[in-house]
């Protein structure tokens, strides 16, 4: 006779159904917009609000997820944000025009901007402190493969069907998440909450709203335009006046002294920039692969799986018996050097480069970043308490967001402005034309290879004794616990 499930096993599988589609929506939309600006007929400017839109929306409602669950409920928010994210990808896929379909895209971020902390909080509280490296395995396993699986999905989707299903096929996926959240989760509240925190929510939202525009325009408009420079300027200052603020009133809708805590801060510092080159060279592969080398999306979807075939493989090993033993400070140094690595492997790729040492790289690239996530997201949380949990989430998720969009930000410029160049001189043939652009994607990957060499050497800060309740009792027996600060 089986064994019937336990509630963190349940609570793990509801977590990464409802990750899975969250995360594999973004890059399937990503692929369709090419298809989706012919459809309704508008130019680059136009259909990036498609992406845009969500993003921002995104940003307002994360920093108020903590707070939601801890008050309303996790499960009464979780069910909330699945039903809010599914409805409204089923508009989406409804639109008569560019406007309905930007705006039922806001609803999903709304959705979007629950879910992740919500449930991560929900994950962390289900699983005991020597467990959590367990609960970043299956995180980890999802947050690289639906990335891989998107653009492959996105672009037969879009090729043979209609765009439109690349928001139907949320549909039954929201549906058994919400079924499954339904009746198995359990109610979670926090008794000491406090009133709503409107200052908070309305400051931390618009300041998130304007960086985030911000850095995802710089590139294209350039960093000196008066609307980038006014708009990320005025987000900073908000932001100052944000955190003045929740550092002195009794309730903070975002608890930043939770940063106080010693593990908390360094990790969050280390995520700060590890995030960025993750994403970023995600960012420029596919461009790197569909606009010089002339691949289609599908194929280019197709070469980044190696990477998630590289984290299943790894993961298991590193969150079952490496993490346990020795702890986050080495596995985070030695992955995000690893990643490196990798990254000056691309920056050294050519136009000829064979599609096997591309997918090698990209193997090597998951293997990496196994040991970077699992002991990054075990060890973010290792002395939050589990009422705080919520909160801590509520601080770390837009954190990640911010990181991928300086990461992309960054990278994208460098981008922008080598192709700029390529192109600026008409008497150059079209040899080396197309050496020049290609140098500017060699730089771009340099780029992200930069960024996880600063995400290492903050890894250096990181102390494996702040950790010692994530790791198993043989290795952390002798670990003296130090105070935090």
Not at 81 to 106: E, H, K, P, V, Y
Not at 184 to 190: A, I, P, V, Y
Not at 198 to 213: D, E, I, P, R
Request: aromatic share 10%.
């Amino acid at each position: 006779m089986k064994r019937p499930l336990e509630y963190k096993t349940k609570v793990a599988i509801i977590y990464m159904t409802s990750l899975f589609m969250e995360i594999m929506d973004t890059t399937v939309v990503n692929v369709a917009l090419p298809t989706l600006a012919e459809d309704f007929k508008v130019g680059t400017d136009g259909i990036e609000w498609v992406v845009l839109g969500y993003l921002l929306s995104l940003a307002v409602w994360i920093p108020a997820s903590g707070w939601l669950g801890d008050r309303i409920g996790t499960k009464k928010v979780f069910l909330f944000a699945i039903a809010m994210f599914t409805g409204a990808s089923m508009l989406c896929g409804f639109s008569g025009s560019l406007n309905q379909l930007i705006a039922f895209r806001i609803l999903q971020g709304v959705g979007g901007g629950m879910l992740t902390p919500v449930g991560a909080a929900m994950l962390y509280r289900a699983f005991p402190l020597d467990e959590r490296a367990k609960a970043a395995t299956a995180v980890l396993g999802v947050a690289v493969t639906a990335p891989a699986i998107g653009p492959v999905l996105g672009g037969f989707i879009v090729d043979t069907i209609s765009w439109r299903w690349i928001f139907f096929v949320n549909g039954p996926i929201g549906l058994a998440s919400f079924v499954l959240a339904w009746r198995f989760l359990r109610e979670h509240t926090e008794p000491d909450t406090g009133p709503f925190d409107l200052a908070g929510f309305l400051l931390s939202g618009a300041g998130l709203t304007m960086v985030l525009y911000a850095l995802s325009k710089g590139p294209s408009r350039g960093w000196t335009d008066p609307l980038i420079l006014g708009l990320a300027t005025t987000g900073l200052i908000l932001f100052a006046v944000l955190v003045v603020i929740e550092l002195r009133i009794e309730h903070p809708m975002l608890r930043l002294r939770l940063f106080g805590e010693r593990m908390f801060r360094r990790t969050n510092i280390v995520g700060l920039a590890m995030y960025g080159g993750f994403i970023s060279l995600l960012f420029v592969f596919p461009l790197y692969l569909q606009r010089l080398r002339g691949f289609s999306a599908f194929e280019s979807g197709l070469a980044q799986i190696p990477q998630a075939f590289g984290v299943i493989l790894a993961s298991q090993i590193v969150g079952k018996r490496i993490y346990p033993m020795i702890g986050p400070r080495r596995l985070m140094v030695g992955g995000l050097l690893g990643a490196a690595l990798v990254g000056f492997g691309f920056a050294n790729v050519g136009l000829h480069t064979s599609l096997w040492t591309i997918r090698g790289l990209m193997f090597a690239r998951g293997i990496s970043m196994s040991f970077i996530f699992i002991s990054l997201q075990t060890a973010v949380y290792a002395r939050i308490s589990k009422a705080e949990t919520g909160r801590a989430s509520s601080i770390f998720s837009p954190q990640r967001q911010m990181s991928s969009a300086l990461g992309v930000a960054i990278a994208a410029t460098v981008l922008t402005t080598g192709l700029r160049n390529a192109a600026g001189d008409g008497v150059k043939s079209a040899d080396a034309v197309q050496q020049a652009m290609l140098g500017a994607y060699q730089n771009a990957f340099l780029a992200t290879a930069v960024m996880f060499l600063v995400a290492a050497a903050a890894a250096l800060i990181i102390d494996d004794a702040d950790a010692a309740e994530t790791m198993s009792p043989r290795a952390s027996v002798n670990r003296v616990e130090t105070p935090t600060g």
